[in-house]
């Protein structure tokens, strides 16, 4: 079947609820498409959470896309078991100074592309990574995360994934999670220096290289 979720305005107040658009797409008929869009949401524990971990066959065609959720107190948005996937131009901002949280959760997510996302303040990771990943793309990152939360791995992570576009703060490689030959990200610019580095080489966490001399 088909679920469209759409121009829905949820504003809580804090603690109010756990979460702002929650789908449970555990049923045993193909889920043809899941598309949640233009939603706003105020001060949930999780944003939006997509799950199928009992679907058969797996959920595909999910599209979660052009979505505000701001006074995030866990995770913006959760996609977990699904093909076929868009999460793209979604604005997330977390209002915790303590304790965990996170931008977008993906776990088991294979032909994915992630675009255009905007994650603010997230104390945890902006991007966590978990279960097993294929053919899934990171492009056009946009965060304020320090060094070392842009992305990290859950316990059981496992695939590949590649990332474009995304600046790299503190100048140093990516240490954790598997990445594809011709990713590439944006790194401090000093001189001399390199404008970005690029992985050259598939593994974990691949080999990386400075691209775009600065003398």
Same mark, same amino acid.
Do not use: F, R
């Given at each position: 079947g088909n679920s469209i979720l759409r121009y829905n305005d949820a504003n809580g107040t804090t603690g109010q609820y756990a979460y702002g658009i929650y789908v449970d797409a555990n049923i045993?008929?193909?889920?043809?498409?899941v598309s949640i869009h233009n939603n706003t949401i105020l001060s949930p524990l999780f944003g939006v959470y997509f799950e199928a971990y009992d679907s058969t066959p797996i959920a595909?065609?999910?599209?979660i896309t052009d979505n505000i959720v701001t006074d995030i107190r866990s995770t913006g948005i959760v996609a977990a078991i699904a093909t076929l996937v868009s999460i793209s131009r979604n604005h997330l901002v977390s209002n915790i100074t303590v304790g965990t949280s996170t931008g977008i959760s993906l776990s088991s997510i294979t032909n994915g592309i992630v675009k255009d996302n905007t994650t603010r303040d997230f104390l945890t990771t902006h %991007?966590?990574?978990d279960?097993?990943?294929?053919?899934?793309?990171?492009?056009?990152?946009?965060?304020?995360?320090p060094f070392g939360k842009v992305v990290t791995v859950g316990?059981?992570?496992a695939g590949s994934q590649k990332i474009v576009n995304t600046f790299w703060p503190g100048g140093g490689n990516p240490t954790v999670g598997t990445w594809v030959q011709g990713s590439y990200v944006l790194t401090t610019v000093t001189s001399p220096g390199y404008i970005g580095?690029?992985?050259s080489a598939?593994?974990?966490?691949?080999?990386?290289?400075? %691209?775009?001399?600065?003398?």
């Open positions: 045993d008929k193909p889920i043809e498409v595909q065609n999910l599209h %991007y966590k990574l279960g097993t990943m294929g053919d899934v793309v990171l492009d056009s990152c946009d965060h304020n995360a316990g059981s992570y580095i690029a992985c598939t593994g974990t966490p691949g080999t990386w290289t400075g %691209y775009g001399a600065v003398i």
